[in-house]
């Protein structure tokens, strides 16, 4: 990412923010994964989105019209014998020259110096509840900025979540951020066309996690966005199946959910199919109206429709699917306003895409739905679930969990599939499958 695009961030921050205020932002902390190891680190994708840093223990203040620098970075200073054994740091030069930092001090100084910078401003823009152990040492500083009032020392008497004007910000992608979108997508489409290629009756559910995650880290993707869901069977109709344990059965469907993060953006992709590469007359049937209801969806998406358009779309044809197999009893309107469909599609059709695969932005503005501008990215992921044993349903329907899903970008006239080069036609799939891998 360019650094003026950081830059630029920035500035549209402060230029949100009203006088005599300040900003601040921490880093993500380090993690234990158990005892002394830790997990491989991820940087805040809030930190990080204002500022492109991506080392821990630092600290990003942006304080408007500060004569000495607006952007000030607290981190770590060069060590040589710590980056022995962790790596290089930026250290206070680095901060400056390569992160665009207007100042930078030692993050082992910030007690003595952040609070000076909270004297006589009038809000602090802090998001609460993010970084608990943070929240304390800064409600610490204003406590004792307070005990020192009749030193005519004036403190912040409100503290505004960043939240709002930060997550407006990010919902909304920049041509760059399109471009790390659009790199993420193609390297999980062809890692969804690998595994679809690898699977054979047999095989463990983590072989093909494995093929998945060879693919990313082969072509630049250093780790996936979310934990992979690699579900065979009835583990399909589990919603957020990670063990990626059992054996793969002939006849039966799998389902895989993953996607890659590419500098710091993430995909999202769920495909279905077959395990033997032939689907059967009952989950041809089902996966049929689940790739219907996710077209009608995508129609439903773009400039000037609203969030809820999409989801309403897809219900309608996968209730009307379902009372045509008999599957649900009376008519499509009843059984939309009864939401009995809600028995074998229980989630929504989508959410926020970005940085996070869950990613920021509110759904509703003012108690209405929001609507779509260019710029937004989201996904659309209809599903059909009926695990064993479900009552009212034979058993020739049991175990078939099917879910389909692509990330999509709103555009000026329409919207964008970003992850249309993985198959999901029926027969293109098996054609896939049954080629030589």
Avoid at 18 to 43: G, S
Avoid at 70 to 77: T, W
Avoid at 181 to 186: E, I, K, P, Y
Avoid at 344 to 368: A, C, I, N, P
Wanted: aromatic fraction near 8%; glycine fraction near 8%; include cysteine.
């Amino acid at each position: 990412m360019d650094k003026k695009e950081f830059a630029q961030r920035r500035k549209t921050l402060m230029n949100m923010m009203e006088p005599n205020t300040v900003a601040i932002l921490p880093a993500a902390p380090m993690r234990l994964r158990n005892r002394d190891v830790e997990y491989a680190y991820r940087q805040d994708s809030d930190f990080y989105y204002m500022t492109g840093f991506p080392e821990p223990q630092a600290v990003a203040v942006l304080i408007p019209g500060r004569k000495h620098g607006e952007y000030v970075l607290f981190c770590r200073e060069r060590d040589p014998d710590a980056e022995i054994w962790n790596g290089l740091r930026a250290g206070q030069e680095g901060a400056v020259e390569r992160f665009g930092a207007d100042d930078s001090f030692p993050i082992e100084d910030i007690d003595d110096i952040l609070p000076g910078m909270l004297e006589n401003k009038q809000r602090v823009f802090y998001t609460m509840g993010t970084h608990p152990d943070f929240d304390q040492r800064l409600i610490g500083w204003v406590n004792h900025l307070r005990k020192q009032a009749r030193a005519g020392i004036h403190t912040p008497s409100e503290f505004v979540s960043l939240d709002h004007l930060l997550h407006d910000m990010r919902l909304i992608k920049s041509s760059q951020e399109v471009t790390m979108m659009r790199q993420a997508a193609v390297i999980s489409a062809e890692a969804h066309r690998r595994a679809m290629q690898a699977c054979r009756p047999g095989m463990k559910e983590y072989q093909i996690e494995a093929e998945i995650m060879h693919t990313f880290m082969k072509h630049g993707a250093r780790s996936s966005a979310y934990g992979s869901i690699v579900g065979g069977g009835p583990n399909g109709c589990i919603l957020h199946y990670t063990e990626n344990t059992d054996t793969l059965r002939d006849g039966d469907l799998l389902l895989i959910d993953a996607g890659a993060e590419f500098e710091y953006y993430a995909a999202d992709i769920t495909r279905t199919f077959p395990v033997n590469g032939k689907f059967n007359p009952q989950q041809r049937s089902l996966y049929d109206i689940t790739l219907e209801a996710q077209a009608a969806a995508i129609e439903q998406i773009r400039p000037g429709k609203h969030w809820n358009e999409p989801h309403e779309a897809a219900v309608e044809v996968i209730t009307d699917g379902l009372v045509k197999l008999g599957l649900l009893k009376g008519t499509t309107r009843k059984a939309i306003k009864d939401e009995t469909y809600r028995k074998f599609y229980m989630h929504r059709t989508g959410h926020w895409l970005g940085m996070d695969v869950h990613d920021v932005g509110d759904y509703k503005v003012g108690g209405e739905w929001r609507v779509f501008e260019p710029g937004m990215t989201l996904t659309v992921e209809p599903g059909i679930y009926i695990p064993a044993g479900m009552k009212g349903v034979a058993k020739k329907w049991w175990n078939i969990g099917i879910r389909i899903e692509d990330d999509i970008l709103v555009t000026k006239k329409g919207c964008e599939v970003l992850t249309k080069d993985v198959p999901k036609q029926p027969d293109e799939i098996q054609a896939l499958m049954s080629a030589v891998a």
